[in-house]
């Protein structure tokens, strides 16, 4: 899924500060409830990795790719649905694990589908072979793609892949 509207070309790769510098495109990065946790309890599910370890990766990532990257969690869904508000005619993109919220929340989908760039949603963990509810997710419907079950590494999957559909 591209941009659309006349915000499109501000959000691109062209996009040129007050100055006239170039600016790289922001990537919005939202963690869901419990990810908090990342490292510290259920490696076996989650990884050894802790969420300021999947910061910094992003943060590299996003070096690499020129993209500024602004990451956040919460445990309150009204607190990721205003990040995502936030994101709107600003970001060229989301990157959203909303970790229980995927399969609960239509809040989400709702925020989600006010904004216009591409979505794309990441589960460390492969759902799919999870408990019957994490198979059902609110949240795909909107996304431009869905990476499960490939760690943390995901996040990073996710960022390459905005970064190919923001610069077509
Ligand atoms: O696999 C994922 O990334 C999930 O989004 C993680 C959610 C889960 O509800 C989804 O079904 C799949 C849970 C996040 C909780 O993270 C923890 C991490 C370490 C220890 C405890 C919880």
Redesign the pocket.
């Known amino acids: 899924m591209g941009l659309r509207g006349p915000l499109r070309g501000a959000l691109r790769r062209e996009a040129r500060g007050l100055r006239g510098e170039s600016v790289n495109p922001i990537v919005v990065v939202l963690n869901?409830?419990?990810?908090n946790?990342?490292?510290?309890?259920?490696p076996e599910?989650?990884g050894r990795e802790t969420l300021a370890d999947v910061e910094a990766d992003c943060r590299r990532m996003g070096g690499e790719l020129k993209l500024s990257i602004e990451f956040h969690q919460s445990n309150r869904e009204y607190e990721l649905i205003d990040w995502i508000h936030g994101a709107r005619d600003r970001a060229a993109g989301i990157v959203i694990?909303?970790?229980?919220f995927?399969?609960t929340s239509v809040a989400i989908l709702d925020a989600l589908n006010a904004f216009e760039g591409p979505i794309i949603e990441?589960?460390?963990?492969n759902?799919h072979k999870?408990e019957p509810f994490?198979r059902h997710s609110y949240v795909s419907g909107v996304a431009a793609g869905v990476i499960?079950g490939c760690g943390t590494q995901g996040y990073l999957f996710a960022l390459q892949r905005i970064a190919q559909l923001v610069a077509l």
């Open positions: 869901g409830p419990n990810l946790l990342l490292g510290k309890r259920e599910i989650y694990n909303p970790a229980a995927t399969h990441v589960h460390i963990s759902v999870r994490r499960a």
